[in-house]
Structures are given as structure tokens and as C-alpha cells.
């Protein structure tokens, strides 16, 4: 079973930074794709980022430019980095893996990001 703990989440002010760290509990090497969603209060669940195996990227359309995924196969760690940070933006971040397949299968527990002044 692979286990997802994210962190970096926090209070942060509308143009600011944040970075969101993932640790994987075993080897990322091998998986398929490494990804991000969020979900902001009373709104669904949104895909944010994807990173697979060879270090392609894929980006909701209204976050890239902003927002960057990258991933560490050495340390089996995951990353976003998130710049011209919105209110909107304010969402619980979820950490997800393609282990082998397409489908997200394992899931992190989640981190809060709140954009606010």
C-alpha cells in the first residue's frame, strides 16, 4: 500500500508563494504519473497537475503558468509549486498516484492552502 503525506500548506496572502511537498512511502521511480488535485469549500473536486513517469506535465488550463509540478524519484517526493496565489485558489490539495495504470489509486490525506489578506 502506498502512503501520501503532503504538507507546506498554510495561510498565505493573495501574489504570494506556496510550495507543497509530497512524500511517498515507497518508490516513485516507477510510477505512472504523480498528480495534484484540490477541492475549494462547496465546490468539487478539481485535477490540478500531473507529472508522469518520463517528466511530462499537464496543467489545468486556468492555473498553468502559475502553477508548477515536479517530482523528486530519489527523495520519493512530489512538489507543487504554486506562484500569483488567488483567494480562489484556497483549497484543501490533494497529492495522488497512477501507480501502474491511468487511474489515480492511492491518495494523499490532504493539506489546507487558505489565500487571504
Known amino acids: 500500500q502506498v502512503q501520501l503525506v503532503e504538507s507546506g500548506g498554510g495561510l498565505v496572502q493573495p501574489g504570494g508563494s506556496l510550495r507543497l511537498s509530497c512524500a511517498a512511502s515507497v518508490s516513485i521511480f516507477s510510477f505512472n504519473a504523480m498528480g495534484w488535485f484540490r477541492q475549494a469549500p462547496g465546490k468539487q473536486r478539481e485535477w490540478v497537475a500531473t507529472i508522469f513517469r518520463g517528466g511530462d506535465t499537464n496543467y489545468a488550463d486556468s492555473l498553468k503558468g502559475r502553477f508548477t509540478i515536479s517530482r523528486d524519484n530519489a527523495e520519493n517526493m512530489a512538489y507543487l509549486q504554486m506562484n500569483s496565489l488567488k483567494p480562489e485558489d484556497t483549497a484543501v490539495y490533494y497529492c495522488?498516484?497512477?501507480?501502474?495504470?491511468?487511474?489515480?489509486?492511492?491518495w494523499g490525506q490532504g493539506t489546507q492552502v487558505t489565500v487571504s489578506s
Open positions: 495522488v498516484v497512477a501507480s501502474w495504470g491511468v487511474r489515480w489509486d492511492y
